[in-house]
């Protein structure tokens, strides 16, 4: 199986990078492939309608929409900037389709320099899937206090986030297998109801 994990922070060296490494490390013994986008680096061009177009600034992703449709399960991680998610991992959703996302699972990991985290959460899951139809585990995961969080190895230094973190991966893992038939029958039959009702 393959993980997709999106850093969605537009900051160089952020601490939802180091958040992503972190999940990544943990994540390999239940995923053979692990892939680390990190949106800073991918500096994608804002939502406009050429992405339908197939004009050329689209072309860089392009090639990440069809890395995406080899994946089997993905996280999506946002550092809370004003009580929201970032403007680049809101973009990331509004590019991505069904054929890249739709009935496959994904966990929304928020990341906070200090106490809160929630209201991201709450963001993704009201908008995040509307036309992707991406499917957001139940549980979700918070970074609190990240910068003092990890030490130079990606050790975690709360034992209850660590051992969190492992469940949750495991669980994302258990969706991947049980949504894989699901994506695969009904990503072109849903295709009519790509905006819902």
Not at 56 to 67: C, V, Y
Not at 74 to 93: D, R, S
Not at 178 to 187: G, S, T, Y
């Amino acid at each position: 199986m393959k993980l997709t994990i999106i850093s969605g922070s537009q900051r160089a060296d952020s601490k939802s990078l180091t958040v992503a490494r972190y999940l990544e490390k943990k994540a390999k013994p239940l995923f053979e492939q692990t892939v680390v986008h990190d949106l800073y680096e991918l500096n994608l061009p804002f939502w406009n309608e050429g992405v339908w177009n197939d004009t050329e600034e689209w072309g860089p992703w392009r090639k990440i929409a069809e890395e995406l449709k080899s994946s089997d399960a993905f996280i999506f991680i946002t550092p809370e900037w004003h009580g929201m998610a970032t403007p680049a991992l809101k973009n990331f959703l509004m590019l991505a389709t069904a054929n890249e996302l739709a009935h496959k699972p994904a966990l929304i990991v928020s990341v906070s320099a200090s106490l809160n985290g929630v209201y991201p959460v709450s963001e993704l899951r009201m908008t995040g899937s509307k036309n992707n139809h991406v499917c957001f585990l139940p549980d979700h995961l918070i970074f609190r206090d990240v910068g003092s969080l990890f030490d130079n190895e990606l050790n975690c230094s709360n034992p209850s986030i660590d051992e969190r973190s492992q469940y949750t991966l495991a669980l994302l893992a258990a969706y991947a297998v049980a949504l894989a038939p699901v994506h695969r029958d009904m990503v072109n039959a849903g295709k009519p109801y790509h905006y819902g009702m």
